[in-house]
């Protein structure tokens, strides 16, 4: 099986020169986010592919190095493992490790590519078998787990009997070997398995198990090593009161946060007990902290500045003291830059330059000239004296400057920083050439919604873009400008300048264009040569242009109404009726009538409207009219039309208000409308119908007083709202409140008064305040609720009546009473009772029919029809009539039962 990864790393060039020996590098700047990690099973092969283009160069040369590191630019610390750009990697153990593609023109240009982490997987576990005999109180005896062939690092358990060797009491003289060996006198490596002093108790069978970790074997285990332990017939004697520390043990790199277990292990006779310290020699305790335990202390939740922190391990007998430091170290986050740098740096001969790689997250640095260490940036192949310029490194905030630059050290100048968690990569590619005056061109795109053509600019209005230029020379330029219209000069602020790959560019903003955006606009770039000025300039023509359309434009007056493409007009009065063309450039209008009434006219209103529009005299002898109106303007010459609906002109007669009336629209009881609760809200509509449409205005009396004078409504009392619809207009009126809130009389009037110019109708409604109709609400709402209590308790009184029947064990029609006609076959039984074995307790059971009534749950026991009966002989069948006691029956379903007995 194939398993087929290709990276890929386009490369493009920018050559600003006919040179073809200059060469320019631009590498993705995504493919340098993180290291690449493939798994692949032993035997399998993998085709790896370093793809490129490079213009400007006639040849690229493909170098693949396998190094153990994540990245290195030492050649002794790696591997040549090809030089075409695509190989195939034979997956076996001494193919695992980090793989790297240099790409370099023939003129010198290099840069490195992304790291591969190729891990090659394999479990390949044989069981080995010893035994192992150690002597009474021998100081260490050692078991070795056999060769692991495994990859990645599996983990390794050490069992006795089968039982985890950490989950047993052995007084802390069995450990697993973790961590790192400091005492080398016997023989210790990491996953051995150290037994100190040896006692009877520890002799058993031990196993050394190996699990699986990565993809492909994950969980899978297997025992390496089975040992068979005994105790020697003799001893020899040991050294009294002696203690060394074997391993320690930092736990690995915890992330901030989690908890971490620092392990120690020593032997000594007796055996030694332990003491843990932290950086300032402080014995440690059990707390909030630290869980203290004996080979082993536990940091509960690690913090940031935990990183690096420094404890101490102390193993004591009576006369003697080991003490081990151990260093506890956070997990690696993936290192990461300050920000992202240009690519590319242009000057001439002679120039200072500096590269500022802004690192922000530790890792390992590693800085390259074209692939190689900058000692080669120095030294020529021969190791003399290179004269590419004077080189300064600042580690601490990792600056490279370059003084005195020369032409032959043009290159790519690369930071690769990598730690555990990944490697990231910024570069730029220095260019010295001979200096060259600043150049300036106009680089804006087109869009849907412009379109360029050289240093024109057709826009729509309304569109959002981007006017671009583009300044360009050696050294690169130092700034640009772009000077817009006077009637522009808001916009002056929203340039974004932006300095890349040896280009200055000037990006201005242009936010929903409209006509006074239109006009020349001037970008002008500059770079400095031997100290003069160097200028260029580009003029840049906008044009904004918007197709033409065409809408309705007739207005209401007091004597015209408009509604959709109909225009009515009032006999006696002038008319005017019309259409608006908008566009850009501005569009020319026509119309298209059905007779010659009125006068047409042609209004220019602005550079992108025109109207057309007819004016009919106040004697007009038509009494109808229609006309159609359509626009037509040219834009990059294409003519284009638009065409609006047919509008109709209709001449009616004038009429003051009518049909004026008041409606009492709030929630009453009574059907009579003049009659107003203290406890309802009054609710009033006037409407009338009118052309023009009428306006409102309300007033109101008390008939009982004595003034007896309309007068206005008060804000604070009462609220109206007015609708208008076309030759119709109502008006409501509403308290704000109930009227017994704000009426203290009986009897009122309200008076609605309807105008517009013609006239003004108005109408009267007298409305009573009174409590009768809160009454009559309140009536028919006990009279409703009696009787459904009545009802109910109807309900009640008959379903009393049926329990009372079925508990005194009434049987037969006559029984029930005024009642008999209502319940069917009323409990006559279907046959004489049927007497059954008699146990010692005797029960006489009647047949009861089923009856209609639900839901009645009678304890059997206690059922009037089942008669206990003293028994004649023993109590051994007690049970049975116990048995019958748990029962219980629901009346509509007896006859089911009646069976047992």
Known sequence: MYLILVLLSYITSAVLSSDPSEVFITVNEAYFTTNKVINIKSGEKLSIDCASSVIGSDAVNYKWYLSKRPYTSQVNQRSEASTSRTFTVAANSTHTGYYMCLIQSEEGYAVFTPVLHVIVEYF??????????????????VLKCSQINANPAPIVTWKKDGVDVRNINLDSNVMHVTGKVVDRQYNIEVNDLVILNYQDKFAGTYTCDVEATGTFFEGRTSTAKSYIVKTAASFSLMNDNSSQILFIDNGGKPNVGEAITLRCGACGYPTPSYEWH????????????????????????????????EYKCAALTATSKSVESIRLTLSDTVPRFNSTMDNSQYNIPGATITIDFGLKVKGQIDISWNGQGLDKFLLNSDNT?????????????NVLTVENIQKNSSGVFQCIVYNEAGMVSQYKTVIIRESQPAKVAHTTASTPDITVKGNDIHSVRGANFTMQCTGSGNPTPSDISIDVPDSTSAIASSLVKVNKEGKYIGNLLIDKVTEQYAGVYKCC???????????????????????????????????TLVIGNQVYGTTGYPLSASCKA????????????????????????????????VDYANDTVCNTDSFQCCGNNTIQGTNYSDCYETITISFVDQEKPNDVKIENVGNLASDDSSLVSLMET?????????????????????SDSTSNTFQRLESSKFQTSETNSKGFTYSMLNTIGTAGDLFTGKNYEFQCTAKNIFGETSVIKSIQITSTAANQVSASVYLGVGIVLFITALVAVFVMYIFFIISSGKKKRADLGIMRCLICKCCEPKQPPVDRYQPPYDYKL???????????????????????????????????YRELEQMTIQTNSMSKYEQLF
Request: proline residues 5%.
């Open 682 to 702: 009054l609710q009033l509509k006037c409407s009338a119908k009118s052309f023009p449409e009428s306006e409102f205005t309300w007033e109101y009396r008390n």
């Open 124 to 141: 390949d576990i044989e069981t080995e078998s010893a035994k192992k005999t150690i002597e009474p109180n021998e100081k260490v005896a």
């Open 582 to 613: 908008t566009g850009l450039p501005r569009p020319t209008i026509s119309m298209k009538r059905n007779n010659d009434c009125g006068t047409v006219s042609t209004i220019t209103k602005s550079n992108d409207i025109e109207i057309i529009q």
């Open 846 to 880: 009647l047949s009861l029919e089923k009856c209609a009534t639900n839901s009645f749950h009678v304890p059997l026991y206690s059922h009037p029809r089942l008669v206990p009966v003293e028994p004649s002989d023993s109590f051994e069948r007690a049970p049975v």
């Open 525 to 559: 770039s500059h770079n400095f040569i031997k100290g003069l000025k160097e200028t260029a300039c580009v003029s840049i023509t906008l044009a904004v242009e918007e197709r033409v359309s065409v809408t309705q434009h007739s207005e209401d007056t007091d004597y």
């Open 385 to 397: 004296m290179a004269n590419r310029g004077k080189l300064n490194l600042d580690n601490d905030n």
């Open 278 to 309: 932290d950086t300032n020699d402080k014995k440690l305790q059990t707390s909030d902290v630290y869980e203290v335990l004996e080979t082993s202390m536990i940091v509960k939740s690690i913090k940031a500045v935990d990183d690096d922190a």
